[in-house]
């Protein structure tokens, strides 16, 4: 008989954590969550602690022993732990330096002397840095434009070299401004698709920086869980051991993103369609377009996206509506 599989979490009570923990463990797999809690919360990962195959251990991946602890029986990793945000890590690159880069290699260390099948990770659309091309496409990255973009640029030559040198099978997704149900709308640091949302819900004025012409390739909560779970089962030796971007491949501006905000808003309360946005300058080190080919997940990991835009973010608007209007 086939044994349950095993796969350790890390950031497993964050946004996309917390996503991917639901959705293994509906699949019926043994799911080891690893969170010290900086920016997840409790409240995401509760409604799991009745099912026996879910752990949550609290602790921090800068301490390897927690890391050995975590991957005792795990056959892969979805490492998401880190954190996020390129302002923050401009007001403190120290300490993203120390999670995002010294966490991330306790991980890798800790991987490789459990002998886990697989290290899949959560990479970065900020390594394409100051380059201009579009669309993006895996193997042409500019300079990184924040100590953030480093830290994810150093996971990647990181995972590489324990590939090359040790044999662990790695997978990193760079995703693209991720978005969907369970993102934390709150904080200095918030994502701007939930900071919008809560605002417009409360009849504040969102305010855009620069003048709404920048575009990104926002892409669903799905879609992102369905390029972890092909990275993690693969069986394609040519798809191991390099990048892929993770993301819808297709740009929506910030004016077009409010906008339809505004239209999917106003089908639960009317009066959020007056709501007026206000626009204010340009934020340091955003790059103006962002825009990802996916033809390589297509053609090694046989990705399809199920999740346009538009589609992803009536379902995220519903969620919020449901589950936050009122705090
Ligand atoms: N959301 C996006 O658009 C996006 C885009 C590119 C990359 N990413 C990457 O995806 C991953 C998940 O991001 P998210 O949006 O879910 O963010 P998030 O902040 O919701 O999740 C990160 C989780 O990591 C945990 N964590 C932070 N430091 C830790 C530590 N020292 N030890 C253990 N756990 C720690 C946090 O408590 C949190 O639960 C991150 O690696 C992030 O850099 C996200």
């Not at 010294?102 to 099948?117: E, I, Q, T, W």
């Not at 394409?128 to 990255?141: A, H, M, Q, R, T």
């Not at 340091?284 to 346009?308: C, E, R, T, V, W």
Request: charge should be negative; include cysteine; glycine fraction near 8%.
């Amino acid at each position: 008989m086939n044994e349950k599989k095993s796969i350790l979490i890390t950031g497993g009570a964050g946004f996309i954590g917390s996503n991917l923990c639901e959705y293994f463990l509906s699949k019926n797999y043994r799911v080891v969550c690893l969170d010290n809690l900086a920016t997840g919360h409790l409240y995401n990962i509760e409604p799991f602690f009745s099912n026996n195959n879910f752990t949550f251990i609290e602790g921090d991946i800068r301490d390897l022993e927690t890391c050995n602890k975590a991957v005792e029986k795990i056959d892969y990793v979805l490492h998401q732990a880190a954190l996020g945000s390129v302002p923050r890590s401009l007001k403190d690159p120290i300490t993203s330096n120390d999670v995002n880069v010294s966490g991330f290699l306790n991980m890798l260390v800790a991987s490789r002397d459990a002998g886990v099948k697989r290290f899949v990770y959560a990479a970065s659309s900020s390594t394409y840095g100051d380059s201009e091309s579009l669309p993006k496409v895996e193997e042409i990255i500019g300079k990184p434009l924040s100590p953030y973009a480093i830290t994810k640029y150093v996971n990647e030559l990181y995972a590489d070299i324990f590939s090359k040198a040790y044999g662990l099978e790695t997978i990193g997704l760079r995703y693209f401004n991720v978005f969907g149900r369970k993102q934390d709308p709150n904080g200095a640091y918030a994502a701007v698709i939930p900071k919008f949302v809560m605002q417009l819900m409360n009849y504040e004025s969102p305010v855009i920086n620069g003048d709404g012409n920048y575009s990104r390739d926002f892409t669903y909560i799905d879609n992102v869980i369905q390029m972890n779970e092909l990275a993690m089962l693969t069986e394609n030796p040519e798809a191991i051991n390099t990048v892929y971007n993770t993301a819808f491949g297709d740009r929506t501006t910030l004016n077009q993103m409010v906008s339809l905000l505004k239209e999917y808003l106003s089908e639960f309360d009317k009066k959020i369609g007056d709501v007026e946005v206000v626009h204010g300058p340009n934020r340091a080190g955003d790059i103006p377009h962002s825009l990802a080919s996916i033809d390589k997940a297509k053609k090694l990991l046989n990705y399809n996206p199920q999740f346009s835009f538009g589609n992803g973010l009536k379902e995220a608007v519903r969620w919020y509506w449901e589950n936050l209007k009122n705090n």
